[in-house]
């Protein structure tokens, strides 16, 4: 990572993405951050100028499970900052029941899926004017349980669930981010920039504040040292500063050891990854959100 990098992070105002935005700053990085709440967003910053007073650190305001927010903020960021050494792909939901956005999207598929593709896509060309930009998309071997994947269907279907259920919907979505990568990371070959993924192992941070007991379980597994967020955040910056990851890409790699992983199919398969990419292209193309685009 060059001196004074410019890092885009989303999600950085709780959990894993303020883990890594903290250590970030104390190596020096220009953080732009994305935030839905400018309270969130004023505690984050604050505690990023207690750590690093010198710190440069900027935000763009909006909704990641609306789409039209997405596009606002990937195009306010592209015309602030025309070069971005680095994008962390962090934010994520697990929700414990349906919920439709007012785009008429089920949030889960909008926040963990399509908002990082879109987002990815409107900073490219400032992440090709860094020169050897890093992206990082933050997935999950929940994707290892992610029921039966029928394209295009999934990325449209707002058919209710269960808490129960839930657990195959958010595996999907995270299932969907491995496929990005490895189709992004073909695509992207000769732009200088490398893209992957990573499993941050089992986290009790924001992704679980739907459930009533979540805070209670987040003591009790804190105090026995399980779903430590640190080994999340320590294997997201590993792949943004770390020399070993320096030119590779297409990669997905595991939280602890920072090896490669094998990911359960078709998240590795060639075919299904270029028919995700294209059914969700001509989605947000038909919703007039994605332009120029191959």
């Known amino acids: 990572m060059t001196n004074n990098p410019i890092v885009v992070i989303t999600g950085a105002t709780s959990g894993l993405g303020q883990l890594v935005a903290i250590e970030l700053a104390k190596r020096g990085a220009h953080l732009v951050l ?56 962090n934010a994520g939901l697990h929700a414990f029941k ?10 889960m598929i909008a926040v963990n899926y399509l908002a990082p593709l879109l987002l990815t896509h409107l900073l490219q060309q400032s992440l090709i004017n860094a020169g050897n930009a890093r992206i990082v998309n933050v997935a999950s071997e929940a994707s290892r349980n992610h029921g039966e994947v029928k394209l295009p269907e999934d990325l449209t279907d ?37 893209v992957n993924a990573l499993n941050p192992g089992f986290n009790v941070t924001g992704l679980g504040r739907e459930l009533w007991f979540a805070s209670m379980l987040e003591r009790i597994l804190n105090f026995c040292h399980i779903g430590d967020p640190r080994k999340g955040a320590d294997i997201i910056t590993r792949l943004i500063v770390d020399q070993k990851y ?49």
């Open 34 to 89: 994305t935030a839905r709440s400018r309270e969130r967003a004023n505690m984050t910053k604050r505690t990023l100028l207690d750590i690093m007073p010198t710190i440069d650190v900027d935000f763009f305001y909006g909704d990641l499970s609306l789409l039209e927010d997405v596009k606002r903020i990937g195009n306010e960021i592209s015309v602030a900052y025309p070069k971005i050494d680095v994008l962390v792909n």
């Open 98 to 107: 349906q919920r439709i956005t007012s785009e008429g999207f089920a949030e």
């Open 158 to 194: 707002t058919t209710s669930f269960t808490s129960r259920g839930s657990s195959a919907i958010y595996g999907k979505t995270k299932l969907f981010n491995i496929m990005f990568t490895g189709e992004l990371a073909r695509q992207w070959s000769d732009t200088g920039i490398t």
């Open 246 to 294: 320096q030119g590779v890409t297409g990669g997905y790699f595991n939280v602890g050891t920072g090896n490669s992983i094998v990911p359960v199919y078709p998240g590795g398969d060639i075919i299904m990854q270029n028919k995700l990419w294209h059914v969700t292209k001509e989605l947000l193309q038909q919703r007039g959100l994605l332009e120029n685009v191959v």
